[in-house]
């Protein structure tokens, strides 16, 4: 009765598992065969499989440009995060001062604002700029929309970290700056890594701030790309399904290594 | 003063070391004041005026005004209330179930979590793509499993009729998020005290019993928690819509953020002014909202104990 019961629950997950990762793996199978193929069975696995499309989206697609540019802005994005966000976690956890929470609570604050309440005013300082439809206005907007995330998962790990240590720091003659530096900083590398993780997915899927930002084709992002491709190309089934997997597998790859932290990180704003 | 503070150093007693925290915190402000507090600050600006390309004009009220009679921004309101309202409930629901079925140990638990958990890390705009075709009329595996079974009246072009466009929709954010919620109800279980549940088996209270009364409770926080970031996420929701649907067909999937976009940038009305309004109104909607739902939760709290 209870092996029974125990095998009824078991094919339940098991149909759930299919449910969720199913999409994912007909995109796969779509992804290496070719259209014409794709319209004789949509179902139908990839035999032979057709590695070479994803040569023909890369070059002439132009899918390695937007990957290019996704890298770039994405990547410069998270290291200015990590980095600015870091300092002013560690200064929030750190010294007790007048203040101290308002701008904690400010900076947090705004996680949950709507982005329609700055995306439109942003388009417009960005023109004024001379920032708009340019990879580093995209990048300093992603720093300002991740920054708040970024300050909550470090702040709260670099509070925990006991103040003795930082005492003993001190009395070595370490300034304010190596102690955050050479003491704070590789301490907190886990959490240091979750947000490196986290906002690299996250903005690698960025969409709403990109359309609004760049319209250049030499600028699109992957995101940006993907959807220009099925405007144009709706029936082509075939090699959107490749354009897809191209955004995907830099994310699978980071699950794949680091599921668990990255877990940790989508989580880490929902468990308290 | 605080203890620990006293402690530290000589120095940093006397004085408030702001020179440092300056350097420390700079940027993060620097950044904030230019790309979040300005543009915030000017898009209310902006909602009472009429902003041209060449010059803004002063409006007062009219903006607001005029949103009051806009057909198609109410719409856009209940679709994205609708979503918003409908998605916390099925997604913490499911996820709960599926938690507690790992949760009673079955086999694989790793795997499976970790497979539930996959959709939440694609961009929505891979997903609706893949939706786009799962809905197709003619190839998608709905529709050919429906006409499979025998169904072939109940195949439709999901996307495309106004009555089922948005619960189609809402499904596939649900499909989107219940492995996130999962994962973090699974979490919350794991960390639960041990011994009360052992006094509830003790107790011989049941699987439902221990559910509605010890589980239940003990996981309190979190599906609250769960819920209003749900409902947040859903409050914002922009990229699904707009690979999918557009807001079309006749406006059934129009939400706030599509809507706004549409009047910003595609509208050929070049006035900014108006889907500021549109966006300041939003912003204190939402506002309102998640402190109304914070405050109701913390109200119960305190009724309870």
């Given at each position: 009765?209870?092996?029974?019961?125990?095998?009824?629950?078991?094919?339940?997950?098991?149909?759930?598992?299919?449910?969720?990762?199913?999409?994912?793996?007909?995109?796969?199978?779509?992804?290496?065969?070719?259209?014409?193929?794709?319209?004789?069975?949509?179902?139908?696995?990839?035999?032979?499989?057709?590695?070479?499309?994803?040569?023909?989206?890369?070059?002439?697609?132009n899918?390695?440009v937007?990957?290019?540019n996704?890298?770039?802005?994405?990547?410069?994005?998270?290291?200015?995060?990590?980095?600015?966000?870091?300092?002013?976690?560690?200064?929030?956890?750190?010294?007790?001062?007048?203040?101290?929470?308002?701008?904690?609570?400010?900076?947090?604050?705004?996680?949950?604002?709507?982005?329609?309440?700055?995306?439109?005013?942003?388009?417009?300082?960005?023109?004024?700029?001379?920032?708009?439809n340019?990879k580093?206005?995209?990048?300093?907007?992603?720093?300002?929309?991740?920054?708040?995330?970024?300050?909550?998962?470090?702040?709260?790990?670099?509070?925990?970290?006991?103040?003795?240590?930082?005492?003993?720091?001190?009395?070595?003659?370490?300034?304010?700056?190596?102690?955050?530096?050479?003491?704070?900083?590789?301490?907190?590398?886990?959490?240091?890594?979750?947000?490196?993780?986290?906002?690299?997915?996250?903005?690698?899927?960025?969409?709403?701030?990109?359309?609004?930002?760049i319209?250049e084709e030499a600028n699109r992002?992957?995101?940006?790309?993907?959807?220009?491709?099925?405007?144009?190309?709706?029936?082509?089934?075939?090699?959107?399904?490749?354009?897809?997997?191209?955004?995907?597998?830099?994310?699978?790859?980071?699950?794949?290594?680091?599921?668990?932290?990255?877990?940790?990180?989508?989580?880490?704003?929902?468990?308290? | 003063?605080?203890?620990?503070?006293?402690?530290?150093?000589?120095?940093?007693?006397?004085?408030?070391?702001?020179?440092?925290?300056?350097?420390?915190?700079?940027?993060?402000?620097?950044?904030?004041?230019?790309?979040?507090?300005?543009?915030?600050?000017?898009?209310?600006?902006?909602?009472?005026?009429?902003?041209?390309?060449?010059?803004?004009?002063?409006?007062?009220?009219?903006?607001?005004?005029?949103?009051?009679?806009?057909?198609?921004?109410?719409?856009?309101?209940?679709?994205?209330?609708?979503?918003?309202?409908?998605?916390?409930?099925?997604?913490?629901?499911?996820?709960?179930?599926?938690?507690?079925?790992?949760?009673?140990?079955?086999?694989?638990?790793?795997?499976?979590?970790?497979?539930?958990?996959?959709?939440?890390?694609?961009?929505?705009?891979?997903?609706?793509?893949?939706?786009?075709?799962?809905?197709?009329?003619?190839?998608?595996?709905?529709?050919?499993?429906?006409?499979?079974?025998?169904?072939?009246?109940?195949?439709?072009?999901?996307?495309?009729?106004?009555?089922?466009?948005?619960?189609?929709?809402?499904?596939?954010?649900?499909?989107?998020?219940?492995?996130?919620?999962?994962?973090?109800?699974?979490?919350?279980?794991?960390?639960?005290?041990?011994?009360?549940?052992?006094?509830?088996?003790?107790?011989?209270?049941?699987?439902?019993?221990?559910?509605?009364?010890?589980?239940?409770?003990?996981?309190?926080?979190?599906?609250?928690?769960?819920?209003?970031?749900?409902?947040?996420?859903?409050?914002?929701?922009?990229?699904?819509?707009?690979?999918?649907?557009?807001?079309?067909?006749?406006?059934?999937?129009?939400?706030?953020?599509?809507?706004?976009?549409?009047?910003?940038?595609?509208?050929?009305?070049?006035?900014?002014?108006?889907?500021?309004?549109?966006?300041?109104?939003?912003?204190?909607?939402?506002?309102?909202?998640?402190?109304?739902?914070?405050?109701?939760?913390?109200?119960?709290?305190?009724?309870?104990?």
């Amino acid at each position: 009765m209870a092996a029974a019961k125990r095998a009824a629950l078991l094919l339940v997950l098991c149909l759930y598992t299919a449910f969720a990762a199913g999409p994912f793996v007909w995109a796969a199978m779509l992804s290496l065969r070719t259209t014409t193929e794709i319209h004789r069975n949509h179902f139908a696995p990839p035999n032979p499989a057709h590695w070479d499309k994803f040569a023909e989206a890369w070059f002439t697609s132009n899918y390695g440009v937007y990957f290019t540019n996704s890298t770039q802005v994405v990547v410069s994005a998270v290291v200015i995060l990590t980095l600015v966000g870091s300092m002013a976690a560690h200064c929030l956890a750190r010294y007790r001062f007048r203040l101290n929470r308002l701008i904690y609570f400010v900076l947090f604050s705004t996680i949950i604002f709507p982005p329609q309440i700055t995306i439109i005013s942003l388009f417009q300082i960005l023109v004024q700029y001379g920032l708009y439809n340019s990879k580093l206005g995209l990048t300093l907007v992603y720093v300002a929309i991740q920054l708040p995330l970024t300050i909550y998962i470090l702040e709260s790990f670099f509070a925990r970290i006991p103040s003795d240590l930082f005492d003993a720091a001190r009395i070595d003659g370490y300034s304010d700056w190596e102690i955050f530096w050479r003491v704070s900083l590789p301490i907190a590398l886990p959490a240091v890594a979750t947000t490196v993780i986290l906002n690299f997915i996250l903005l690698w899927n960025e969409f709403l701030y990109a359309v609004v930002l760049i319209t250049e084709e030499a600028n699109r992002t992957l995101p940006l790309g993907i959807q220009r491709f099925i405007g144009d190309t709706q029936e082509d089934v075939g090699m959107i399904a490749t354009g897809l997997m191209i955004a995907i597998i830099p994310v699978v790859v980071i699950y794949a290594f680091f599921s668990e932290r990255l877990i940790q990180g989508m989580t880490a704003g929902a468990v308290k | 003063m605080p203890v620990g503070q006293q402690q530290t150093s000589g120095a940093s007693v006397c004085s408030t070391p702001w020179g440092t925290i300056g350097v420390f915190l700079l940027p993060s402000l620097l950044i904030y004041a230019a790309f979040t507090a300005y543009p915030a600050v000017r898009t209310i600006w902006n909602s009472f005026h009429k902003v041209l390309p060449r010059a803004d004009e002063a409006v007062g009220l009219a903006n607001y005004a005029e949103l009051m009679r806009d057909d198609i921004f109410w719409r856009s309101v209940r679709n994205t209330i609708t979503w918003a309202c409908t998605s916390p409930l099925i997604e913490v629901s499911i996820a709960l179930l599926l938690a507690l079925a790992l949760y009673a140990k079955v086999p694989g638990a790793r795997f499976f979590r970790i497979a539930w958990f996959t959709p939440v890390l694609m961009s929505y705009v891979v997903v609706g793509i893949l939706w786009l075709w799962i809905y197709n009329f003619d190839w998608g595996p709905v529709n050919v499993a429906l006409r499979a079974l025998g169904l072939a009246s109940w195949a439709k072009a999901w996307l495309g009729d106004p009555k089922t466009a948005l619960p189609s929709l809402i499904f596939v954010t649900s499909w989107m998020w219940v492995g996130f919620n999962m994962v973090v109800l699974l979490a919350a279980l794991h960390s639960l005290p041990r011994e009360v549940l052992e006094a509830a088996e003790l107790d011989n209270c049941g699987w439902g019993g221990k559910l509605v009364y010890v589980i239940l409770p003990l996981l309190r926080a979190t599906l609250l928690n769960l819920v209003v970031l749900s409902f947040i996420g859903k409050m914002k929701i922009f990229d699904l819509v707009w690979i999918t649907t557009k807001g079309n067909p006749l406006w059934a999937t129009e939400t706030v953020s599509t809507y706004v976009y549409k009047r910003a940038f595609e509208w050929t009305t070049f006035d900014l002014g108006y889907p500021s309004t549109i966006a300041a109104l939003w912003f204190v909607i939402v506002l309102a909202a998640v402190l109304a739902l914070t405050w109701l939760f913390r109200l119960r709290e305190k009724l309870e104990y």
